[in-house]
C-alpha cells in the first residue's frame, strides 16, 4: 500500500532563514503524483505543486523549490528566505495512477514557525 | 482552479444526533472526494462521491455513519450520523480531475460534537 512520511513534525527558524520539509514516498505504481499543499491558520488547504513520477526536473517558483530524486524516493521542498507568512502546516500528499484510485494519501504534515 | 464552498463552515452538534455538510463547485467536476481531519492530524480519506451511484467508501468508514449524496457534478452532500465526540473534526471536500490528479479543497466545516 501507499504511504507517505513526513518525518519532522514541527520546525522552527527565523525569519529569511532558509528550510527544508522533507517527504518521503512509498508506493508499487510506476505511474504516480506527487503534491505538496500548505494549511495555514486559517485552516483552507492550498495547493502548491504537483509532479509526476517520470518528470524528475526539479521546480523553483519564486522562494520555493522542489526536489524530487526516485532513487531515494523523496519529494522535498525548499523555502528559501522564509517568511513570517510562510508559518503552516505542510503536507507531502501522493496518488497512484495504476490503480485507478484517484484519492490522495496524505503525510503527518510539517508545522512551520517562522519567528519574525 | 473551480471554486468550491462548504455549508455550514461550523456547528456544534450535541451527542446522537446528525449534521449534512454541503459542498458546492462553481463548475462541473468529475471526482469529489470527502477528507476527515482530526484535531492536530493530517486528512483521511471517507470517501469518494460518485455521481449517480453509491459512495466508494475508504476501510474504515461505513455509509450508514457517513451516507453520501451527489445528485450532479457539481454538488455533494455528507452526512455524520449519529454524532459522538470523536466526531469532532474538520470535514473537507475537495474535486479533483482525472488527467493529473490535482486535488482542489473547500475550506472545511469545523464540527463539534459534545
Known amino acids: 500500500a501507499q504511504k507517505v512520511t513526513q518525518a519532522q513534525t514541527e520546525i522552527s527558524v527565523v525569519e529569511k532563514e532558509d528550510v527544508t520539509l522533507d517527504c518521503v514516498y512509498e508506493?508499487?505504481?510506476?505511474?504516480?503524483?506527487l503534491f505538496w499543499y500548505k494549511q495555514p491558520p486559517s485552516g483552507e488547504l492550498v495547493f502548491l505543486i504537483r509532479r509526476n513520477s517520470f518528470d524528475e526536473q526539479n521546480e523553483i517558483s519564486g522562494r520555493y523549490s522542489w526536489n524530487f530524486q526516485k532513487s531515494t524516493s523523496s519529494f522535498n521542498f525548499t523555502i528559501t528566505a522564509s517568511q513570517v507568512v510562510d508559518s503552516a502546516v505542510y503536507f507531502c500528499a501522493l496518488s497512484e495512477r495504476n490503480t485507478g484510485r484517484r484519492a490522495l494519501t496524505f503525510g503527518s504534515g510539517t508545522r512551520l514557525q517562522v519567528q519574525p | 482552479s473551480a471554486v468550491i464552498s462548504q455549508k455550514p463552515s461550523r456547528d456544534i452538534c450535541q451527542r446522537g444526533t446528525s449534521l449534512t455538510i454541503q459542498c458546492q463547485v462553481d463548475s462541473q467536476v468529475t471526482m469529489m472526494f470527502w477528507y476527515r481531519q482530526q484535531p492536530g492530524q493530517s486528512l483521511t480519506l471517507i470517501a469518494t462521491?460518485?455521481?449517480?451511484?453509491?459512495?466508494?467508501?475508504e476501510s474504515g468508514f461505513v455509509i450508514d455513519k457517513f451516507p453520501i449524496s451527489r445528485p450532479n457534478l457539481t454538488f455533494s452532500t455528507l452526512t455524520v450520523s449519529n454524532m459522538s465526540p470523536e466526531d469532532s473534526s474538520i470535514y473537507l471536500c475537495?474535486?479533483?480531475?482525472?488527467?493529473?490528479?490535482?486535488?482542489?479543497f473547500g475550506p472545511g466545516t469545523r464540527l463539534t460534537v459534545l
Open positions: 508506493t508499487r505504481d510506476t505511474t504516480y503524483y
Open positions: 462521491a460518485n455521481q449517480g451511484s453509491e459512495a466508494t467508501y
Open positions: 475537495s474535486v479533483g480531475t482525472t488527467d493529473t490528479d490535482t486535488q482542489y
